[in-house]
C-alpha cells in the first residue's frame, strides 16, 4: 500500500477548546501526533512491536504555525506528507484545515528513532525504514 499524502479526520470536542469553544494551541499538537501514529498503522508499522525491542520515535523539533482557530464541533482534517527521511530520522509535513478547506495550523516536525535501552538515537529498522520509503 503506499500513500504518499495522509488525512485524518478529527472533531473538536468540548475537552479540545478553551473556555471560548476555540482550541487550545496545544492541542493541535495532539491532532498532529495521532494522525501521524494513525498513518504508521496504515502503512503497518505495529508501535506495540517496536516498543518490545526498546525502540521508539520521539519528537525531536517542531516549528508550528497558527494561522486561523478550530472551534467546537468543527470537523477537521489532518493532512500529513514526509519530506525528508534519513537513516535515523524523518521530517512531517503537516496541516490541519477546517470543513471549509481553510488552513488552521500548518507543521514541520522532526521525529528521531531512538533506542530507549541505551537513550540514543539509532537507525530506523530496514521493515519500518522501507514502509516510509513506499510513502514519501
Same mark, same amino acid.
Given at each position: 500500500?503506499?500513500?504518499?499524502?495522509?488525512? &485524518?479526520? =478529527?472533531?473538536?470536542? %468540548?475537552?479540545? #477548546?478553551?473556555?471560548?469553544?476555540?482550541? %487550545? %494551541?496545544?492541542?493541535?499538537?495532539? /491532532? /498532529?501526533?495521532?494522525? +501521524?501514529? @494513525?498513518?504508521? +498503522? @496504515? =502503512? !503497518?508499522? *505495529? $508501535?506495540? #512491536? /517496536?516498543? $518490545?525491542?526498546?525502540? !521508539?520515535?520521539?519528537? +525531536?523539533?517542531?516549528?508550528?504555525?497558527?494561522?486561523?482557530?478550530?472551534?467546537?464541533?468543527?470537523?477537521?482534517?489532518?493532512?500529513?506528507?514526509?519530506?525528508?527521511?534519513?537513516?535515523?530520522?524523518?521530517?512531517?509535513?503537516? $496541516?490541519?484545515? *477546517?470543513? @471549509?478547506?481553510?488552513?488552521?495550523? #500548518?507543521?514541520?516536525? +522532526? =521525529?528521531?528513532?531512538?533506542? &530507549?535501552? $541505551? *537513550?540514543?538515537?539509532?537507525?530506523?529498522?530496514?521493515?519500518?525504514? !522501507?514502509? /516510509?520509503?513506499?510513502?514519501?
Amino acid at each position: 500500500m503506499s500513500i504518499k499524502n495522509h488525512q &485524518f479526520a =478529527i472533531r473538536v470536542y %468540548y475537552e479540545d #477548546t478553551d473556555a471560548g469553544g476555540i482550541v %487550545y %494551541y496545544a492541542n493541535y499538537l495532539k /491532532f /498532529f501526533e495521532r494522525a +501521524r501514529t @494513525e498513518w504508521l +498503522r @496504515e =502503512i !503497518g508499522v *505495529n $508501535q506495540e #512491536t /517496536f516498543l $518490545q525491542q526498546k525502540l !521508539g520515535f520521539v519528537v +525531536r523539533h517542531v516549528e508550528m504555525n497558527n494561522i486561523a482557530s478550530a472551534k467546537l464541533d468543527d470537523l477537521l482534517e489532518v493532512h500529513s506528507t514526509i519530506i525528508t527521511l534519513k537513516r535515523a530520522s524523518l521530517v512531517f509535513q503537516q $496541516q490541519i484545515t *477546517n470543513q @471549509e478547506k481553510q488552513v488552521l495550523c #500548518t507543521a514541520n516536525v +522532526r =521525529i528521531a528513532c531512538v533506542d &530507549f535501552s $541505551q *537513550n540514543k538515537p539509532c537507525a530506523i529498522p530496514d521493515l519500518i525504514l !522501507g514502509a /516510509f520509503k513506499r510513502v514519501s
